[in-house]
C-alpha cells in the first residue's frame, strides 16, 4: 500500500524554524518526483518545493526561497523541509505528494493527511 505520512507541524514564533519530515512506503522516494505543497485558510493550493526522479534537483517557489530547504533521505526513504525564518504568511497545512511524472499542486497521484503550521506571536 503506498502511503505518505507528514510529520513535524506545530506552532512557531515569526522568525522561528521547524523541520517538517515525510516517510514514504509501500514505493521508493528516488523513483518518483516528490514535492510538499501547502494551502492556508481560504487560499489555493501551492507548490513549496520539490524534488526530480529525473535528475534530483530541487526547486522552490519565490516566496520561501533562501528560508527553505528540502531534502531527501533515500536510507529512510524519507523527505524533509527545513523551514527557517519562518514567516505569518507561512501559516498553512503542509502536504508532501508523489508523482511519476511530474511535481504541481493539482497533479499529484499520492498525498498524505498534512501536517498544520502556525507561525503566530
Known amino acids: 500500500q503506498l502511503q505518505l505520512v507528514e510529520s513535524g507541524g506545530g506552532l512557531v514564533q515569526p522568525g522561528g524554524s521547524l523541520r517538517l519530515a515525510c516517510a514514504a512506503s509501500?514505493?521508493?522516494?528516488?523513483?518518483?518526483?516528490i514535492g510538499w505543497f501547502r494551502q492556508a485558510p481560504g487560499k489555493e493550493r501551492e507548490g513549496v518545493s520539490c524534488?526530480?526522479?529525473?535528475?534530483?534537483?530541487?526547486s522552490y517557489a519565490d516566496s520561501v526561497k533562501g528560508r527553505f530547504t528540502m531534502s531527501r533521505d533515500n536510507a529512510k526513504n524519507t523527505v524533509y523541509l527545513e523551514m527557517n525564518s519562518l514567516k505569518p504568511e507561512d501559516t498553512a497545512a503542509y502536504y508532501c505528494?508523489?508523482?511519476?511524472?511530474?511535481?504541481?499542486?493539482?497533479?499529484?497521484?499520492?498525498w498524505g493527511k498534512g501536517t498544520l503550521v502556525t507561525v503566530s506571536s
Open positions: 505528494a508523489a508523482d511519476a511524472l511530474l511535481c504541481h499542486p493539482f497533479a499529484m497521484d499520492y
Open positions: 509501500g514505493f521508493t522516494l528516488d523513483t518518483v518526483h
Open positions: 524534488i526530480s526522479s529525473t535528475d534530483g534537483s530541487i
